[in-house]
T-cell receptor
Framework: QKEVEQNSGPLSVPEGAIASLNCTYS??????FFWYRQYSGKSPELIMS????GDKEDGRFTAQLNKASQYVSLLIRDSQPSDSATYLC????????????FGSGTKLNVKP | DGGITQSPKYLFRKEGQNVTLSCEQN?????MYWYRQDPGQGLRLIYY???????QKGDIAEGYSVSREKKESFPLTVTSAQKNPTAFYLC???????????FGPGTRLTVL
């Protein structure tokens, strides 16, 4: 079983809509959670980190964490064509702060 | 400018050759990482280092070697023992105080 699972997509949404990206993880000791955006041919860029249950908002982005259900999600409001990219979910496990586990990413297409 | 640099951006290798990928950071980060990314897949950890003169194998260390003689530098050597080295290689670093990991621009290695 993979540590971090994501639907590979592609997820297609119209411009201006809300894009919802989901990620599940297997280790209940996971303590830190991250979302990266990766444009084609480029390296991942950190866009959100979340450490406690609930929502964390940053501009058009909201990360949601539910440790009981072992999932973390990313909402992108007012989606723009420039948001089209692959979004990687990553987790860091308690007691093993130096290792990060990545999902395979969800490809998002925002159509004008 | 603070950041992580990787060189070269593109690298071509003949079969049987060893090649070294450079990674330098001026963020004063303690931990550094090397990942490999294959098309349509997530990141797989090759090696990581928490401090100078110390490093640990990741999940796919076979055929790779690293050194950490300086805090700023964490070069990766892809040896001829690595059977399928064509991939996108990403270097990352993380500060001791924070838990967020940041990536360099990557090196795309192709075996001819």
């Amino acid at each position: 079983q993979k540590e971090v699972e994501q639907n590979s997509g592609p997820l297609s949404v119209p411009e201006g809509a809300i894009a919802s990206l989901n990620c599940t993880y297997s280790d209940r000791g996971s303590q830190s959670f991250f979302w990266y955006r990766q444009y084609s041919g480029k390296s991942p860029e950190l866009i959100m980190s979340i450490y406690s249950n609930g929502d964390k908002e940053d501009g058009r982005f909201t990360a949601q964490l539910n440790k009981a259900s072992q999932y973390v999600s990313l909402l992108i409001r007012d989606s723009q064509p420039s948001d089209s990219a692959t979004y990687l979910c990553a987790v860091n496990i308690r007691g093993n702060f130096n290792k990060f586990y990545f999902g395979s990413g969800t490809k998002l297409n925002v159509k004008p | 400018d603070g950041g992580i640099t990787q060189s070269p951006k593109y690298l071509f290798r003949k079969e049987g050759q060893n090649v070294t990928l450079s990674c330098e950071q001026n963020l004063n980060h303690d931990a550094m990482y090397w990942y490999r990314q294959d098309p349509g897949q997530g990141l797989r950890l090759i090696y990581y280092s928490q401090i100078v003169n110390d490093f640990q194998k990741g999940d796919i260390a076979e055929g790779y070697s690293v050194s950490r003689e300086k805090k700023e530098s964490f070069p990766l050597t892809v040896t001829s023992a690595q059977k399928n080295p064509t991939a996108f290689y990403l270097c990352a670093s993380r500060s001791a105080s924070g838990n967020e990991q940041f990536f360099g621009p990557g090196t795309r290695l192709t075996v001819l």
